[in-house]
């Protein structure tokens, strides 16, 4: 059974950094996707970053080259450094994988950046 435990998230003024975390049970190199997604107060869930085939990582425009993702296998995690934060990145940040053709949302995490 796949489960996805989050932490990290939490306030911060603008320019600041947080780093979320995802442990993924059984095992992150039984994923054949990983990534975050974040949802804005009144929108839609966007992609965030995303390991996709052959390793490569994948960013949303808005958070290119301030934001990092990075998986450490030893410790089945999924991080999401986060730097020079804007207020506009307050959401509920999600961690997602996909296993065999069905996807999984971990419970959210909020992150709330204050000007």
């Known amino acids: 059974q796949v489960q996805l435990v989050e932490s990290g998230g939490g306030q911060v003024q603008a320019g600041g950094s947080l780093r979320l975390s995802c442990v993924v049970s059984p095992s992150l190199v039984s994923m054949s996707s990983t990534g975050w997604y974040r949802r804005p107060p009144g929108k839609q869930r966007d992609l965030v970053a995303a390991f996709v085939d052959g390793g490569s990582t994948n960013y949303a425009d808005s958070v290119k080259g301030r934001f990092t993702i990075s998986s450490a296998v030893a410790t089945n995690t999924l991080s999401l450094q986060m730097d020079t934060l804007k207020p506009e990145d307050t959401s509920v940040y999600f961690c997602?994988?996909?296993?065999?053709?069905?996807?999984?949302w971990g419970q959210g995490t909020q992150v709330t950046v204050s000007s």
């Open positions: 997602v994988v996909n296993q065999a053709g069905t996807t999984y």
